[in-house]
């Protein structure tokens, strides 16, 4: 059953995070046990950042979505506001001064599709295919999963994503380099909020023009 942008519950989040902590721990892994693979693989992707495709120098575009939102005072100047989320957008796109650390991101969160049991319950999802994998911060992905959703509490599904990540860390039996505490996401999310919600929104938009 595909879900394309239609507002997940919160066990399919759930389902979702979990899975996204699964990709970006091989990810993490990757990196930690061959730096050279890690950057050949960087090296591959690079020229596929969807930078140009989001069109962050679309001023009205930018406008729009910052009016809408509640996370900003609208009684500041927009232009600053607009330079601090390019600044920020760099930074999550980086390999090397994107927050927590760089992991092949998936880009975009559409098509998925979503498994279940007997009794009606979602138990899995499937990516689609990676047209739009980069390297990136995995709060790319988390952000994807999160503002495409119904529910508002962040640091329950951080939480879901964190433990999940260090379940699949354990298994690899890769050691986190990073701090990677609850907190130390949860300070990462908020820091980078609004930038990522303004990336997912573009993203989802182009994505519809696209259709």
């Not at 960087?42 to 495709?53: I, R």
């Not at 890769?174 to 907190?183: E, T």
């Amino acid at each position: 059953m595909k879900n394309p942008y239609t507002g997940f519950d919160l066990k399919h989040t759930q389902i979702l995070m979990q899975n996204l902590a699964k990709i970006h721990t091989i990810s993490y892994s990757i990196s930690e046990r061959s730096s050279q693979l890690f950057q050949e693989i960087t090296d591959v992707l690079s020229p596929f950042k969807p930078m140009k495709k989001i069109e962050l120098d679309n001023q009205p575009a930018l406008l729009k979505i910052l009016e809408a939102t509640p996370l900003i005072d609208h009684d500041i100047n927009y232009d600053d506001v607009i330079t601090t989320v390019k600044s920020q957008a760099s930074e999550l796109y980086s390999n090397h001064l994107c927050p927590l650390f760089p992991v092949i991101t998936h880009g975009q969160l559409c098509d998925l599709t979503f498994t279940y049991n007997h009794e009606s319950e979602v138990i899995g999802v499937k990516l689609a295919p990676l047209h739009h994998t980069m390297i990136g911060s995995p709060l790319l992905d988390i952000y994807a999963a999160f503002f495409n959703g119904q529910q508002k509490d962040a640091r329950g599904l951080l939480s879901n994503y964190l433990e999940a990540f260090l379940k699949y860390a354990k298994l690899l039996k890769v050691v986190v380099q990073h701090p990677f505490s609850l907190d130390d996401l949860m300070d990462k999310f908020k820091k980078y909020e609004l930038t990522g919600m303004i990336l997912t929104s573009m993203m989802r938009q182009n994505r519809r023009k696209s259709l």
